[in-house]
Nanobody
Framework: QLQASGGGLVQAGGSLRLSCAAS????????WDWYRQAPGKQREFAAT???????DYADSVKGRFTISSDNAKKMVDLQMNNLEPEDTAVYYC??????????????WGQGTQLTVSS
């Protein structure tokens, strides 16, 4: 189970940090992703990080967003700087890995709303 938090209302140019924590019988998380879905649009990829720390970003957020994770705590953060109104969306975290009984899992958080005002 994933629990996302940290969304809110921020002015353009501001910063916000999203967090997502995993709970349950999890052995390891191989990938953490953040996706976002703006009103009337499809869900799109924002950022990813592997258990080894390799990151990748959508071009639209590159240089402004930073993804980081804590493998021991099974948490991921998304630091968002220089926010733009176009970043307004519901942000979803996603984790892929293995459960304690070695089953593959692919779980989504419930989503957290970010609204950026101009």
């Amino acid at each position: 189970q994933l629990q996302a938090s940290g969304g809110g209302l921020v002015q353009a140019g501001g910063s916000l940090r999203l967090s997502c924590a995993a709970s349950g019988n999890i052995a390891n998380i191989n990938y953490w992703d953040w996706y976002r879905q703006a009103p009337g649009k499809q869900r799109e990829f924002a950022a990813t990080i592997t258990s080894g720390g390799t990151t990748d970003y959508a071009d639209s957020v590159k240089g402004r967003f930073t993804i980081s994770s804590d493998n021991a705590k099974k948490m991921v953060d998304l630091q968002m700087n220089n926010l733009e109104p176009e970043d307004t969306a519901v942000y979803y975290c996603n984790a892929q890995g293995f459960s304690g009984d070695l089953r593959v899992f692919n779980s989504w958080g419930q989503g957290t709303q970010l609204t950026v005002s101009s």
